[in-house]
């Protein structure tokens, strides 16, 4: 995917709303200043996180690719993968052809960006009609009338497809130097990696390889780009970087650094584990579509970012989402009179729809 040649871009600057929506404060200058957690980010006592942010769960499945275009190790991957998906709804993989120095260079645009002079970064914030629509920069929350916000700055860029990649490449920042490109090479790789994943998952569900990737858009699937940026925080336990959820897509890759946060809920034991952060790893967490493609055999993870009072955390997370227009629903080949469909068809944007107004329900009872 090449960058648009068009020599005029769109000045994000000239596009005026209230940014105060959407950045209501700089997390960035609180962590710096403030001795206590203001109070528009105390979280409710349910809420609050559990487990420590560096009190890793070595449980959860890490999934070498290395040999998986050979038939032999194919199947044993396959079945890994099954397994993970079935079991915990996340899991890590290492070995998958993306390559290090180009997740390393693209961690460091991340960090240049939130370094940036604030005002810099307020000609990028996103339009006040919130997620899943607008992309941009923004702080909190990705929703301009929350009350209580989430202790992170980030970043969200509209990547795919290629039409949709073309309008969003001009609003992309210009700073730091090589921003952009190193974005489109990034995108590039991770789209090639969520077909094959697409692929692996598909065969572990006994269906062709192509099944999933066709079912969620083939190339007209959406893959958006998130820079998190998560400053130390001055009392970690009574808030979150980002607060529980599902994803509403298809899959979710997140690259993070040396600082662990992320954490994933097991439902069988009603506990939050945190994910281990493995050098040159993708962790890959299966969302709602997922979920209902299989009828509820798989599942789609409910997951959380804590914070710490002692470092910075960054993660850059890559969603990869149906087409609007996608008839989702359980995969007919999947269901018989011993496992009916659990879960209605819908088009995906309707599924939006309900995502947008804040009163959706995701699958398993976990709240969207």
Same mark, same amino acid.
């Not at 006592?45 to 275009?69: F, Q």
């Not at 970690?236 to 980002?242: E, I, M, N, Q, V």
């Given at each position: +995917?090449?960058?648009?040649?068009?020599?005029? $871009?769109?000045?994000?600057? $000239?596009?005026?709303? =209230?940014?105060?929506?959407?950045?209501?404060?700089?997390?960035?200058?609180?962590?710096?200043?403030?001795?206590?957690?203001?109070?528009?980010?105390?979280?409710?006592?349910?809420?609050?996180?559990?487990?420590? *942010? $560096?009190?890793?769960? /070595? @449980?959860?499945?890490?999934?070498?690719?290395?040999?998986? %275009?050979?038939?032999?190790?194919?199947?044993?991957?396959?079945? @890994?993968?099954?397994?993970?998906?079935?079991?915990?709804?996340?899991?890590?993989?290492?070995?998958?052809?993306?390559?290090?120095?180009? +997740?390393?260079?693209?961690? =460091?645009?991340?960090?240049?960006?939130?370094?940036?002079?604030?005002? $810099?970064?307020? !000609?990028?914030?996103?339009?006040? %009609?919130?997620?899943?629509?607008?992309?941009?920069?923004?702080?909190?929350?990705?929703?301009?009338? =929350?009350?209580?916000?989430?202790? /992170?700055?980030?970043?969200?860029?509209?990547?795919?497809?290629?039409?949709?990649?073309?309008?969003?490449?001009?609003?992309?920042?210009?700073?730091?130097?090589?921003?952009?490109?190193?974005?489109?090479?990034?995108?590039?790789?991770?789209?090639?990696?969520?077909?094959?994943?697409?692929?692996?998952?598909?065969?572990?569900?006994?269906?062709?390889?192509?099944?999933?990737?066709?079912?969620?858009?083939?190339?007209?699937?959406?893959? !958006?780009?998130?820079?998190? *940026?998560?400053?130390?925080?001055?009392?970690?336990?009574?808030?979150?970087?980002?607060?529980?959820?599902?994803?509403?897509?298809?899959?979710?890759?997140? #690259?993070?650094?040396?600082?662990?946060?992320?954490?994933? *809920?097991?439902?069988?034991?009603?506990?939050?584990?945190?994910? @281990?952060?493995?050098?040159?790893?993708? &962790?890959?967490?299966?969302?709602?579509?997922? #979920?209902?493609?299989?009828?509820?055999?798989? /599942?789609?993870?409910?997951? #959380?970012?804590?914070?710490?009072?002692?470092?910075? /955390?960054?993660?850059?997370?890559?969603?990869?989402?149906?087409?609007? +227009?996608?008839?989702?629903?359980?995969?007919?080949?999947?269901?018989?009179?011993?496992?009916?469909?659990? *879960?209605?068809?819908?088009?995906?944007?309707?599924?939006?729809?309900?995502?947008?107004?804040?009163?959706? &329900?995701?699958?398993?009872?976990?709240?969207?």
């Amino acid at each position: +995917m090449a960058p648009p040649t068009a020599s005029d $871009d769109i000045a994000p600057e $000239d596009v005026i709303f =209230d940014t105060k929506r959407v950045v209501p404060v700089s997390v960035i200058k609180l962590a710096s200043e403030a001795t206590g957690l203001p109070p528009q980010f105390v979280k409710s006592e349910r809420e609050r996180p559990t487990v420590a *942010y $560096d009190d890793y769960c /070595r @449980e959860i499945p890490v999934i070498s690719l290395k040999g998986v %275009e050979t038939e032999s190790r194919r199947k044993g991957i396959v079945a @890994e993968i099954g397994r993970a998906c079935a079991e915990w709804g996340i899991f890590q993989i290492v070995d998958h052809g993306v390559p290090e120095e180009l +997740m390393k260079n693209l961690m =460091d645009k991340n960090l240049a960006f939130f370094k940036l002079p604030q005002e $810099d970064k307020l !000609k990028y914030a996103t339009k006040p %009609e919130g997620y899943p629509e607008a992309f941009g920069y923004a702080t909190g929350s990705h929703r301009a009338d =929350d009350d209580v916000l989430d202790w /992170r700055e980030f970043m969200l860029h509209s990547c795919l497809p290629k039409n949709v990649h073309e309008t969003a490449y001009s609003f992309w920042p210009k700073k730091p130097e090589g921003y952009r490109d190193t974005l489109v090479e990034y995108s590039d790789k991770i789209d090639g990696l969520v077909t094959l994943l697409l692929g692996l998952i598909s065969e572990s569900l006994g269906l062709p390889t192509d099944y999933i990737k066709n079912a969620v858009g083939g190339e007209d699937t959406e893959q !958006k780009i998130l820079f998190n *940026y998560y400053p130390h925080c001055p009392q970690p336990d009574l808030t979150l970087g980002h607060r529980s959820h599902t994803d509403f897509g298809t899959i979710t890759l997140l #690259q993070q650094i040396e600082v662990g946060g992320l954490q994933a *809920y097991k439902k069988e034991t009603d506990r939050w584990v945190t994910v @281990e952060p493995i050098s040159g790893a993708f &962790v890959v967490n299966l969302a709602d579509q997922l #979920q209902i493609l299989s009828n509820g055999k798989y /599942r789609s993870v409910l997951h #959380q970012a804590v914070v710490n009072s002692n470092q910075t /955390r960054q993660s850059i997370v890559t969603f990869a989402n149906p087409s609007s +227009m996608s008839q989702m629903g359980p995969v007919p080949e999947l269901l018989n009179e011993a496992n009916p469909a659990k *879960y209605p068809s819908y088009i995906f944007k309707d599924y939006l729809r309900l995502f947008r107004s804040n009163v959706l &329900v995701v699958p398993d009872g976990s709240a969207g």
